[in-house]
């Protein structure tokens, strides 16, 4: 049986306070000691974590950064969701689903950027190949600034397995490249996915081939490109836009 469980360290005081609250599981959170940090160590007494005060140079050698903000927690079981539990989170809302897939996105700042307006935008969960991607590690929650604690994250061992798997439940998947039809000529208000591709490559070949229709945004400057989570990110609002248009 696949595990589908790791272990965590992740940083940043948004983010721990995110995991705290959402129940992510969250064992020890440690505090650069001399930190006033009192909504975190109310959350974690709240949570049943264990709580340690530890120096700057200990949080540097767990997070792997000197950037963490003077907090850290370790989870106990950071969980990837099942492509059907995201399906299931569309049911439970009773809308049409609304999901995003990462395409070898191997930046965690830009994973977590994804994340994080996935989540603000109301999508229903990401979807993430196994191999050649970041994973749930502490940089993407930290950027995400917690929102990978609330949105459902699947790993899948093949994504065109995956693209075909949500196209027979009825999801009209559409990949983001630069030649690709105008943004807002098509209807988003129904089941969608969106396909955001890896920053240097665009959409993998077998990708795109499966997406049932791609699109792009209108490039009127001297750089012809966008950072992948800021395209990925006005194409989800452009998605509940046009919902709350239809109403």
């Not at 209807?187 to 959409?203: K, Q, R, Y």
């Not at 081939?209 to 490109?225: F, H, I, R, T, Y």
Request: hydrophobic share 45%; with cysteine; aromatic share 4%.
């Amino acid at each position: 049986m696949e595990n589908n469980v790791e272990n965590k360290i992740i940083y940043g005081k948004n983010a721990v306070l995110e995991a705290l609250n959402s129940d992510a599981g969250v064992d020890t959170v440690f505090v650069q000691k001399g930190l006033s940090a009192g909504n975190i160590f109310a959350a974690a007494k709240s949570h049943g974590a264990v709580i340690k005060e530890v120096s700057a140079e200990k949080l540097a050698a767990l997070t792997g950064t000197p950037k963490h903000g003077g907090v850290a927690a370790e989870l106990s079981a950071c969980e990837y969701a099942e492509l059907s539990d995201i399906l299931e989170e569309s049911k439970r809302k009773n809308k049409p689903p609304f999901i995003i897939i990462a395409d070898e996105i191997a930046d965690p700042h830009n994973l977590g950027a994804i994340i994080r307006s996935a989540e603000a935008a109301g999508a229903d969960g990401v979807i993430i190949p196994k191999r050649r991607s970041a994973s749930l590690n502490g940089t993407v929650f930290k950027t995400s600034a917690g929102a990978a604690a609330w949105i459902k994250v699947a790993r899948v061992a093949n994504l065109v397995d995956a693209i075909k798997t949500l196209k027979k439940n009825g999801v009209w998947v559409y990949g983001m490249e630069a030649d690709g039809a105008p943004y807002d000529s098509a209807d988003l208000t129904g089941a969608a996915a969106i396909v955001v591709g890896s920053e240097g490559f665009g959409l993998g070949r077998l990708v795109r081939e499966n997406c049932d229709e791609v699109l792009s945004l209108p490039m009127s400057g001297k750089v012809n490109s966008l950072n992948a989570s800021v395209s990925a990110g006005i194409l989800m609002y452009e998605v509940v836009r046009q919902r709350r248009k239809k109403g």
